[in-house]
């Protein structure tokens, strides 16, 4: 049985992801991202893709960078 989490359809996908994150993904993105990857995961419904609010949180965090001073700066991890 599924965890009950909130699901986003694409667009609110790309909203949440703007709004929480401030990393901006065009719905049309995250479709292209659905048929190649690399972008968050879902789950469908039919043919109506949902992403649960974590996995979204997930990915945004897997592409942010670590924290820097400069733009010379590598960040934390070296």
Known sequence: M???F???RRKAASEYLKDRWGIERAPSTLAKYACLG???RFESAGR???YPEPELDEWAQSILSPLRRSTSDHGEDG
């Open 2 to 4: 599924k965890s009950y």
């Open 6 to 8: 909130k699901r986003y």
């Open 48 to 50: 109506v893709p949902l």
């Open 38 to 40: 690399g972008g968050p």
